[in-house]
Structure formats: structure tokens, C-alpha cells
């Protein structure tokens, strides 16, 4: 017998962690419209557990990631993590893992989940692109992130550098999993990015089991594509487009392209998810050059904590978290469609007046 979706409010503790540049203009802005949200569908407010990340951490523990950071996050729901800017800390951090990645690594965070969607109010290339990439997290070619201990990328001799990719069933399977979980609930079609003419084994291996995955779901679509021709295929036709899987890197570039075929990485939102956490996280960076300027886009670290509360209300079979989480992607749609934007979508609106209507509306959705 199935049991009624839960709908009793439950407490949140999310931890919060500001970064660098504009992240103290932008997680703010975020963590206020969270609030509104979750008061206006009457579940109870968020506990915010700020944590010391980027360059304020290393000027106070030594690290831009301290350790007791990381413990904290073992203890929480999930979390916000602002941009953060590794070109600017000192040198002896700048060949380290970045706080993002570090917490990727530590919490095997093996699906980052990066939607595309154009808004009415947002000039687009792509005008009508509503999809969602999913990119392994673990693995693949970036070297920072495939190997247990060290980096994937060496040099034997000074004039000889090497990198080695990695590719795993496991890592194969479950990041197909949930592409083929989330076009479930989507428009049911998949597409697998490989480039397996070339790289027979490892993308080879990696379009093979996804495609062996997608037998589980007899009711998805599946294709398969090559990554030069995805990447002409967005240009030409992104809107013919549901849900696509690929590996890290091609998905980190897919991921970049998709978000400016849409609109603008100001816009583009993600989260990088394991089974049992979650951690909410703009596509773009710390943009030093305008921070605190008052200019900075808050947009899509607003939609990734919309996203991270969706994530949280279905693991917990609740719809309250999901309907805090429609009220902010709803009042986001109607600020924009009515032309209020930061200078980067071509608008006139500092952040503060961007976050301020975003709220407002918010209470009257």
C-alpha cells in the first residue's frame, strides 16, 4: 500500500559558506530569499550554519579550507557555497585542490546537476532551451578529481607532461542512473555525449554502460552523440535537448556552453549531489572585478538553492521544501520577464534591488 507524500514541516540546518569576490554580495541575497520562501509556505525557518571558506579562512585558520570546516559540513542537511576566487590566494594554496573541489572530493559528490533554461526578459541564443546536464563528478579527464591521493596529471621530464583518465562501471552506472531518474520526471528522452570513435575504452566504456543502464528504463529515450557534434548541435537545435550525460570534463564545457546559449552563466544554476548530501553552487565565478560594486547577478545562486531544496524534499518525501523551492524559480521567472535585471542581462538593477523584488514577489506568488 503506498503511503501519503509527508508534508509536516521539518527543521533545515544548511551550512553557509560566503567565498570570495562577490559571493559576500550574492549568498546573502540567496539566503534571504530562502527565508522569505520557507516562511511563506509556513515551514520553519532555515538554521544557517556559517562556516569559514576561501580567502577570510586562510587569513584566520590557514587554510581555504579548514578542516573543522569540513567536520561542521558532516553535520549538516546540505549547503550554499559562494564563489570563490583561487587565483587570488597566496601561492603555496594555488596548486591545492579549490574549496569546491576539496568538498567535492571529501563528500564523493558524484553528480553535478547543471540546468539550462531561457527566460522570457533574458536575450538568448537559444531561446526556447529548457535542459539539464549531468556531469560526472568524480572521475574522467580532470586530474584533480580521479585519482585517491596526488593528481591524474605529471611530468616525467621537464619537456614531458602526461595526464591519465579514469573511468569506472561504478562511477559509470550511478551517474547514469541519475540522468535516467531525473528525464524520469522530465520530458523522458537522454542523450549520451562520448567520444568514443576516438577514445574507445574509457568514453567507450562509459557509453556502454549508460546505454546499459537505460535498459532499466524502458520508457526514456536514449541517443547517443559525439562531443564536437553535441557541442554544434546546442548552437543549432538546443531546445530538441532533455536530459544529457557525459563525463567530467565534456560536461563542464557543455555545461558553460548550454548556460550562455540560454541566456548567461549569471543565470545557470547547479548542485553537486552524492545519495545523502548535497551542496548548492553557482556555475560562475568570483568575478573580483565587480565585487562590491553592488552589480553582481545573484540569479543562479538563487536557482541552485532552489534546486538544493528540491533535492532535499525528495529525499525526505516532503513537499514543503519543493513548494519554498517553486516560489523562488517562480518570482526569478516574473522579475526577469519583467525586465528587471543586473547590468550583465543588459538591466539597470543592482543587486540589492534585484534581490529586493525577487523577495517581494516571492510573498505574492
Known amino acids: 500500500m503506498n503511503q501519503p507524500r509527508a508534508t509536516t514541516p521539518e527543521s533545515t540546518r544548511l551550512g553557509l559558506l560566503v567565498g570570495d569576490g562577490i559571493g559576500h554580495e550574492i549568498v546573502p541575497a540567496t539566503q534571504r530569499v530562502v527565508d522569505t520562501a520557507m516562511s511563506a509556505v509556513g515551514a520553519p525557518p532555515i538554521e544557517w550554519v556559517e562556516l569559514p571558506v576561501g580567502l ?31 587565483a587570488a590566494y597566496p601561492q603555496a594554496f594555488r596548486g591545492q585542490l579549490t574549496p569546491g573541489g576539496t568538498i567535492r572530493k571529501r563528500f564523493d559528490l558524484f553528480a553535478n546537476i547543471r540546468p539550462a533554461r531561457a527566460f522570457a526578459g533574458v536575450r538568448s541564443t537559444v531561446p526556447a532551451m529548457d535542459l ?11 586530474a584533480d578529481r580521479n585519482m585517491h591521493t596526488g593528481s591524474g596529471e605529471f611530468m616525467p621530464t621537464p619537456d614531458v607532461a602526461l595526464a591519465v583518465a579514469v573511468f569506472t562501471r561504478q562511477a559509470c552506472e550511478r551517474i547514469a542512473h541519475t540522468a535516467f531518474e ?27 554502460v549508460c546505454l546499459e543502464v537505460g535498459e532499466q528504463y524502458p520508457g526514456v529515450e536514449v541517443r547517443t552523440e559525439h562531443v564536437d557534434a553535441m557541442a554544434a548541435h546546442l548552437v543549432r537545435r538546443g531546445a530538441e535537448f532533455d536530459v544529457v550525460v557525459t563525463e567530467n570534463m565534456f560536461g563542464d564545457i557543455l555545461s558553460d556552453l548550454a548556460g550562455e546559449l540560454s541566456g548567461s552563466l549569471g543565470i545557470a ?27 553582481a547577478n545573484p540569479t543562479a545562486l538563487m536557482l541552485s538553492a532552489a534546486m538544493l531544496l528540491d533535492w532535499l524534499s525528495g529525499k525526505r518525501e516532503s513537499d514543503v521544501l519543493a513548494r519554498a523551492a517553486e516560489r523562488i524559480r517562480g518570482a526569478i521567472v516574473h522579475t526577469l520577464a ?11 538593477a543592482s543587486t540589492a534591488e534585484f534581490t529586493e523584488t525577487v523577495d517581494a514577489r516571492i510573498l505574492r506568488w
Do not use: C
Open 338 to 348: 519583467a525586465g528587471v535585471a543586473t547590468a550583465d542581462l543588459g538591466g539597470l
Open 132 to 142: 539539464v546536464i549531468v556531469r560526472e563528478n568524480t572521475e574522467g579527464f580532470y
Open 56 to 86: 577570510e579562512a586562510i587569513a584566520a585558520h590557514g587554510s581555504p579550507i579548514p578542516e573543522q570546516t569540513l567536520e561542521a559540513l558532516g553535520d549538516l542537511d546540505a549547503w550554499v557555497l559562494g564563489p570563490h576566487d583561487s
Open 182 to 208: 531525473l528525464a524520469s520526471r522530465r520530458r523522458r528522452r537522454v542523450t549520451v555525449v562520448h567520444k568514443a570513435n576516438v577514445l574507445a575504452l574509457t568514453t567507450g566504456l562509459f557509453r556502454d
Open 269 to 295: 544554476p547547479s548542485i553537486n549531489a552524492s545519495q545523502t548530501q548535497a551542496m548548492a553552487q553557482a556555475s560562475h565565478g568570483a568575478a573580483p572585478d565587480i565585487a562590491g560594486r553592488n552589480r
